[in-house]
């Protein structure tokens, strides 16, 4: 069976399309994705071959995204279209029936509260809540035409289980054989907070100020920030005191990723409610903390209470309060034995459950039934 993979926003290698779906899917199948890109081109990667089609300089230029995706798509012969957003979806049911291929719809965001805030739109105003509206009737709508419907949690899921039926839940977990061996004992006091692109709504400030306060208890903690920063964060934290210490390594590769968060001893964890994508979402950075041996402080939010209720794996806070969280970054720093059982549980968990290998399973299942 060849495979398409469409996406209209995320990059040819992400994590999930690429490093997870795409390659897991090799396995058995032939793969292409058609994805955005500062540069077009057509290359093999990893058994996967990656259609580039390039990418405007501006966002108002997105149509014109959509009609490169899918002049694409009509070039490819294949037999499924696995599509990644509303708009892939719209563009690959005109190839559903243009061409006869089948769709499937892999939802990885709460779109309709995802777009207006990527589009700057304040979540409380009534614009936002008249697009939200408009876009959560359109985007099930359009899936009702998909052949098969897969989510990354079941929060996400729920707005799409109709008649009885519900989308295949296949989360973003960790790639346990990408961590280095199993981390030795923590004994540092660096805490490590670990996102794609941090903005505000990760709740930065808020663990800034929590740091500080960190820092007048243990004043040789250290907070290590991996991943792109967006944020001022030296302004930030020249309104705390005692200022606290902050690293920031920037984009990293995955090994060295796990690398980082090997050295650290606390995993945050801290999307502030507002962001209602953010509040009901499952972040992969969980269970990449927790394949770490981390101990997690993390908001306290239906998905991940789940999971860290389960486990055993960490604290869970208000993620508003700084006091909440420097409260529980306190007491795990010193209950060490206590914080290395939570990341052992945590580890445990991943290595036996929640890890890509098991996703990876029902996504070849879903394959094999269509």
């Known amino acids: 069976m060849h495979i398409c993979m469409l996406t209209t926003t995320h990059q040819p290698y992400d994590g999930r399309i690429f490093e997870k779906e795409a390659k897991s899917l090799a396995k058995e199948h032939d793969v292409t994705i058609i994805a955005p890109s500062a540069s077009g081109g057509v290359r093999k990667d990893g058994g996967v071959k990656i259609v580039a089609v390039r990418k405007p300089a501006s966002n108002l230029l997105h149509p014109l995204t959509l009609w490169r995706v899918l002049r694409a798509g009509l070039g490819e012969e294949c037999d499924v279209i696995h599509c990644h957003e509303p708009d892939a979806l719209l563009v690959a049911l005109l190839l559903k029936a243009v061409k006869g291929r089948k769709v499937v719809y892999d939802v990885h965001e709460h779109w309709p509260s995802e777009i207006p805030f990527d589009l700057g739109i304040p979540n409380s105003s009534g614009i936002a809540k008249v697009l939200e509206s408009l876009l959560s009737r359109g985007e099930v709508l359009l899936a009702r035409f998909a052949d098969e419907k ?218 094999r039934q269509i």
């Open 150 to 367: 897969i989510a990354v949690s079941e929060s996400v899921a729920e707005r799409f289980c109709r008649n009885g039926t519900k989308p295949v839940i296949i989360s973003n977990c960790s790639i346990a054989s990408q961590v280095p061996p199993a981390p030795r004992t923590k004994s540092n006091c660096n805490v490590v907070y670990m996102a794609g692109n941090m903005q505000l709504f990760h709740g930065i400030r808020e663990c800034i100020q929590a740091m500080s306060q960190v820092a007048a208890t243990v004043p040789e903690v250290s907070l290590t920030f991996v991943g792109n920063v967006r944020e001022d964060i030296g302004a930030i934290a020249a309104k705390t005191n005692p200022r606290p210490e902050i690293t920031m390594t920037g984009y990293l590769p995955y090994r060295e990723m796990y690398e980082i968060l090997c050295e650290g001893s606390i995993g945050l964890l801290a999307f502030q409610p507002h962001y209602y994508n953010a509040y009901i979402g499952l972040p992969n950075k969980l269970f990449d903390y927790m394949l770490c041996g981390l101990p997690v402080v993390a908001s306290d939010f239906p998905e991940i209470r789940n999971i860290v209720g389960e486990t055993g794996c960490g604290m869970l806070v208000d993620p508003t309060d700084p006091d909440a969280i420097a409260e529980a970054i306190v007491y795990l720093l010193e209950h060490p034995d206590e914080a290395q059982r939570m990341g052992e549980n945590g580890r445990k968990a991943v290595l036996e459950r929640y890890n890509w290998g098991e996703m990876e399973k029902r996504l070849l299942e879903v394959y």
